[in-house]
């Protein structure tokens, strides 16, 4: 089993930051794919950005730019940085693991964006 917390959630103002967090615990050997998801009120939950245990990186084509997703293997730690918020970025953000397999989902924390 595996648990995701994701942390660093809240409210900000438009053309502010902020850095989530996802502390992966438990049978976490084999970690391959990590990666962030959300979902605005009313929409489908849609992919933020991922990134493999090699490094490599994908973005939603709309957040390039803005959005940075990085990994600290040795802390066993996901980390989002988010700049430039828009309103349009309110949404809960949702960490995500394939492990072995099986696909590993957080709770979730809620990024509120006001104009």
């Known amino acids: 089993q595996v648990q995701l917390v994701e942390s660093g959630g809240g409210l900000v103002q438009a053309g502010g930051s902020l850095r989530l967090s996802c502390a992966a615990s438990?049978?976490?050997?084999?970690?391959?794919?990590m990666g962030w998801y959300r979902q605005a009120p009313g929409n489908q939950r849609e992919l933020v950005a991922t990134?493999?245990?090699?490094?490599?990186?994908n973005y939603a084509d709309s957040l390039k730019g803005r959005f940075t997703i990085s990994r600290d293997n040795a802390k066993n730690t996901l980390y989002l940085q988010m700049n430039s918020l828009s309103p349009e970025d309110t949404a809960v953000y949702y960490c995500?693991?394939?492990?072995?397999?099986?696909?590993?989902w957080g709770r979730g924390t809620l990024v509120t964006v006001s104009s």
């Open positions: 438990g049978r976490i050997f084999g970690i391959n794919a």
């Open positions: 990134i493999a245990s090699g490094g490599n990186t």
């Open positions: 995500n693991a394939l492990v072995r397999g099986i696909n590993y």
